[in-house]
């Protein structure tokens, strides 16, 4: 099977811990600390390894938290292509309060790069691309990064013969999707900002996906809708895919499981309807580990008979 190619321009070291109560000005006792390599991208391809699959990450590292994810790469096993930065890679923190879990997610801004090393980007991944299965380019653009970026890989999989996977917001995602990918995973409130919907109501929002797969948009567009699971469109059905009901520990990376089990399911010759049971099994098994932890092979494989799929009728 084709390897999948995976794109992170700002990834980040994900520090995990926990404290018993967040309050203003005392200090926070933390328990402990757990450290995961994160980003779009990587976690993509973290996920498509777990199940199974082959994947190369291409990502950016700079200073020495670019070294110390290099080192959490290497304990992962991910084969990997890095571009080295002149700044600092970036860390976000997640904190868990208390028994209830509730999480608070701290995202700290990535280093800003040249023009020169976002062309080395694109270069490394005309290289590794040739030959894939898929290109996925997830995740926030680092500052200094041009808006259309991902268009520019939308264009670089066209030449190669590679499908694109495109989950981003705002206008890189706007810009991706004028220049045509095969899948994207907008949430509903992306979805309204892409369509000018503004309503709330399903079947409005299943028609304003119909209408951007219409276009062009995109070949197939998975939009995410939180604990009612996702809404598949191609050009000839809709599929509503719900997960089962499983007791959440943390929601950090439950997005990139989706993507990385429908991407791997597609890869794997699997029709979307089925590819969409994959990446709701993967993205709710995120939700069963702690915190910046990924969905595991067991829970997903375990959970993929509990999903229910059924066909929108159109209008």
């Given at each position: 099977m084709p390897h999948i190619v995976t794109l992170t321009l700002n990834p980040a070291?994900?520090?995990?811990?926990?404290?018993?109560?967040?309050?203003?000005?005392?200090?926070?006792?933390?328990?402990?600390?757990?450290?995961?390599?994160?980003?779009?991208?990587?976690?993509?391809?973290?996920?498509?390894?777990?199940?199974?699959?082959?994947?190369?990450?291409?990502?950016?590292?700079?200073?020495?938290?670019?070294?110390?994810?290099?080192?959490?790469?290497?304990?992962?096993?991910?084969?990997?292509?890095?571009?080295?930065?002149?700044?600092?890679?970036?860390?976000?923190?997640?904190?868990?309060?208390?028994?209830?879990?509730?999480?608070?997610?701290?995202?700290?801004?990535?280093?800003?790069?040249?023009?020169?090393?976002?062309?080395?980007?694109?270069?490394?991944?005309?290289?590794?691309?040739?030959?894939?299965?898929?290109?996925?380019?997830?995740?926030?653009?680092?500052?200094?990064?041009?808006?259309?970026?991902?268009?520019?890989?939308?264009?670089?999989?066209?030449?190669?013969?590679?499908?694109?996977?495109?989950?981003?917001?705002?206008?890189?995602?706007?810009?991706?999707?004028?220049?045509?990918?095969?899948?994207?995973?907008?949430?509903?409130?992306?979805?309204?900002?892409?369509?000018?919907?503004?309503?709330?109501d399903f079947d409005t929002q299943a028609a304003a996906a119909r209408e951007l797969v219409a276009r062009g948009s995109a070949e197939l567009l998975a939009v995410s809708m939180g604990a009612d699971g996702a809404l598949l469109t191609s050009r000839e059905a809709q599929f509503r895919a719900e997960p089962p009901p499983v007791k959440t520990h943390s929601s950090v990376g439950a997005g990139d499981s989706f993507v990385a089990g429908m991407t791997l399911a597609l890869a794997r010759g699997n029709p979307p309807e089925e590819a969409l049971r994959w990446g709701i099994a993967s993205g709710t098994a995120a939700l069963l580990t702690q915190g910046t932890d990924l969905c595991l092979r067991e829970d997903v494989e375990r959970l993929h008979a509990q999903v229910a799929v059924t066909q929108v009728r159109r209008p």
């Open positions: 070291i994900d520090v995990a811990t926990s404290v018993p109560e967040v309050t203003p000005e005392h200090k926070l006792r933390c328990g402990p600390v757990r450290r995961d390599p994160g980003g779009g991208g990587i976690n993509v391809a973290r996920v498509v390894r777990e199940l199974g699959g082959e994947s190369i990450a291409v990502y950016t590292r700079g200073g020495a938290t670019g070294g110390l994810l290099e080192e959490l790469l290497e304990e992962k096993g991910l084969l990997r292509r890095s571009i080295p930065l002149r700044d600092c890679t970036r860390e976000s923190f997640t904190v868990a309060e208390g028994s209830g879990a509730r999480e608070y997610r701290f995202i700290l801004p990535g280093p800003t790069l040249s023009e020169r090393e976002w062309q080395r980007c694109l270069e490394a991944l005309d290289d590794v691309a040739v030959g894939a299965a898929f290109i996925v380019a997830s995740g926030s653009l680092a500052p200094g990064v041009p808006e259309d970026f991902y268009a520019r890989v939308a264009r670089l999989g066209k030449r190669l013969g590679v499908r694109v996977v495109v989950d981003t917001s705002g206008p890189p995602l706007r810009a991706a999707l004028e220049e045509g990918v095969y899948l994207a995973k907008p949430n509903r409130r992306e979805l309204r900002d892409l369509s000018g919907v503004t309503a709330e």
